[in-house]
C-alpha cells in the first residue's frame, strides 16, 4: 500500500504528521510508564514523506517545535515549521488541536508567554495578527468529552482552514463536515454572527482551506494523506510558504486515505515495540534478544540482533550450568513453527522486514495485508497451541493415572499382605497355624480376606 503517484501540475503536502518531539503518552492511561505518543526521528519523518511522493514537508509536533527546528537547523529543504497548538474555550475549557504552519521560534515562545492557549478567541486573533496558514485539527473529534455543534460553529467564525481528512481517525467525520463547510454561505455566516454574537476573524471566512493529513505518529502512514493545491499557472509551487498562501485562499483539496480502526491499531501497536527497546531490550538475556529483533522488525524496529555463534554459545552454558532441562515456552515453539512458512504466502511483508525498505513503511505500515497476516498467525497459533495443551494434559493425565494405581497397589499390600509369618499355603488353600482354631477352604479364605480388607 502507497501513496498514489505524484501529479505535474498538482502540488503536495502531508500536513499534519509526528516526530519524536511529540512526547506526551500514547494513551492517557499509560502516563504513568512514562511511554511518549511518538518516537519517530524528525529526518526519517522527512524521507519517508518524500519517498512517497511528497513536494514539501512539515512536522507538526504537540505543542512544540523542536522536531522542526532540527531539520531547520540542519538544512533540511523544501521544509516548513508547524505545530499542532492544544487551545481551550475559556467558557468551558472545550479543548482543540489547531494546526499553525510557518512558525519561528520567537512565535513559539509568544504563545506561551501569552498565554494565548487558555483563550480561543485571542489565539485566533494572533493568527490573523500574523497572518499564519493554520487548520482546526479533525475538527469532530472529541478532546476531552465537551465539544458541541455550539463550538464547531463558533470555530467556523474564528479559522480560516479545517482539517477535512485525518489519517488517523475514522473517515466518517469527513462527510458531516464537509456538508456543514458546503453550507457556509456568506447568508449563513451573517447568522452565525447573529446568533454568537461573535464577528469572523478572517475576510471571506465562508472561503476554508480545506486540507488533509496522516496525522503519522509512528512512519506508517507519511504520505498517503495529504493537501494538494492546483495553482493557476498549471506549474508546481516554489515554496511551502507558497503553498500555504494558495491553499488559505481555499483552493486546495484533502486526498488520499482516511482512518479506520485497523490504522489506528498499528499506530499504536508501533509505539509499544519501540518502547521495548528502548527501555528493556538491554536487561533481556541473549535469546530473548535474539527473538525480540526479529519480531520488532515488523514494526520497522532494527534491534541489533546478537550472531548465532553467540546464541549457541549461551544456550551451551545454559545446558551445562543448569541441573534441570529448561524448557522452552509453548508460544515461542508455536512461534518457530507457524510463522516463516506463513511468511511464505505474504512476500511483500517479507521484504518490508528488510530495514532497506523503510523508507517507505514497516510491514505494519500495509495496514490490510498486515491484518490479514495478523488473523491467519492468530489461528494457527491457536490450533498449534492448542493441540500441545491436548497433547500436555494427556500426558499428565496419564502420569497422574499410572501413580495414582501405583499407590493404591502398595495401600492394599501394606493392608492385606498374601504371604506373612502366620499363614502358610498347602494343597487345599491357606492353612492357619496353630494359633489358628480352623482351617479355611479357598473361598472361605477369599471371602474373609476381603471382607477385612473392604
Not at 533540511?76 to 479543548?95: A, H, L, M, N, T
Not at 506508517?220 to 485562499?249: C, D, Q, Y
Not at 515461542?332 to 523508507?359: G, I, M
Request: glycine share 8%; aromatic share 8%; proline share 6%.
Amino acid at each position: 500500500m502507497s501513496s498514489e503517484p505524484a501529479i505535474p501540475n498538482l502540488t503536495r503536502m502531508d500536513t499534519h504528521c509526528h516526530s519524536w518531539a511529540s512526547d506526551g503518552p500514547a494513551v492517557a492511561a499509560l502516563s504513568f510508564l512514562g511511554v511518549p505518543e511518538c518516537y519517530s526521528p524528525p529526518e526519517k519523518v522527512y524521507d519517508q514523506a518524500r519517498a512517497r511522493g511528497m513536494d514539501f514537508v512539515t512536522i507538526t509536533d504537540h505543542d512544540t517545535i523542536r522536531g522542526g527546528m532540527e531539520l531547520v537547523e540542519r538544512g533540511f529543504q523544501d521544509f516548513i515549521v508547524g505545530q499542532e497548538v492544544s487551545v481551550y474555550f475559556p467558557e468551558d475549557r472545550c479543548k482543540l488541536h489547531v494546526l499553525v504552519w510557518g512558525l519561528t521560534p520567537q512565535l513559539d515562545e509568544e504563545l506561551a508567554t501569552l498565554g494565548l492557549r487558555n483563550d480561543v478567541y485571542t489565539f485566533a486573533h494572533w493568527l490573523y495578527e500574523h497572518q499564519l496558514a493554520h487548520a482546526l485539527a479533525h475538527p469532530l473529534y472529541m478532546q476531552n468529552g465537551r465539544l458541541t455543534r455550539w463550538h464547531v460553529e463558533r470555530c467556523a467564525l474564528l479559522f480560516k482552514g479545517f482539517e477535512l481528512l485525518n489519517g488517523a481517525h475514522t473517515e466518517r467525520h469527513r462527510s458531516p463536515l464537509e456538508r456543514f463547510l458546503d453550507g457556509l454561505t456568506p447568508g449563513r455566516v451573517q447568522h452565525l454572527v447573529r446568533a454568537h454574537h461573535l464577528e469572523p476573524v478572517w475576510p471571506r471566512i465562508w472561503q476554508k482551506a480545506r486540507t488533509g493529513g496522516s496525522d503519522d505518529h509512528g512512519l506508517l502512514n507519511i504520505g498517503r494523506t495529504w493537501t494538494e493545491v492546483r495553482p493557476e499557472g498549471g506549474s508546481k509551487l516554489p515554496s511551502p510558504a507558497e503553498f500555504f498562501r494558495v491553499a488559505m485562499t481555499g483552493r486546495c483539496e484533502p486526498g488520499g486515505v482516511g482512518g479506520h480502526s485497523a490504522l489506528l491499531a498499528h499506530q499504536l501497536t508501533t509505539v509499544g515495540p519501540i518502547s521495548y527497546a528502548d527501555r528493556l531490550a538491554e536487561r533481556q538475556n541473549v535469546k530473548g534478544r535474539y527473538v525480540a529483533s526479529r519480531l520488532l522488525r515488523f514494526a520497522g524496529v532494527d534491534l541489533p540482533r546478537p550472531s548465532k555463534a553467540r546464541l549457541a554459545a549461551h544456550l551451551t552454558r545454559r545446558k551445562v550450568f543448569r541441573r534441570r532441562k529448561s524448557k522452552s515456552l509453548p508460544l515461542l515453539d508455536a512461534l518457530r513453527e507457524t510463522l516463516s512458512p506463513l511468511l511464505d504466502r505474504y512476500p511483500e511483508l517479507r521484504e518490508r522486514l528488510a530495514p532497506e525498505k523503510w523508507d517507505d513503511g514497516s510491514a505494519l505500515s500495509d495496514h490490510e495485508r498486515m491484518a490479514q497476516f495478523a488473523d491467519e498467525l492468530t489461528a494457527l497459533l491457536t490450533k498449534e497451541l492448542s493441540g500441545s495443551s491436548l497433547r500436555s494434559l494427556r500426558s499428565a493425565t496419564g502420569r497422574a493415572w499410572s501413580i495414582t494405581r501405583s499407590r493404591t497397589r502398595s495401600s492394599r499390600r501394606r493392608r492385606c499382605p498374601t504371604s506373612s509369618a502366620s499363614s502358610t499355603r498347602t494343597k487345599n488353600g491357606p492353612s492357619w497355624n496353630a494359633s489358628s482354631t480352623r482351617s479355611l477352604g479357598p473361598a472361605t479364605a477369599r471371602a474373609f480376606w476381603s471382607d477385612r480388607c473392604a
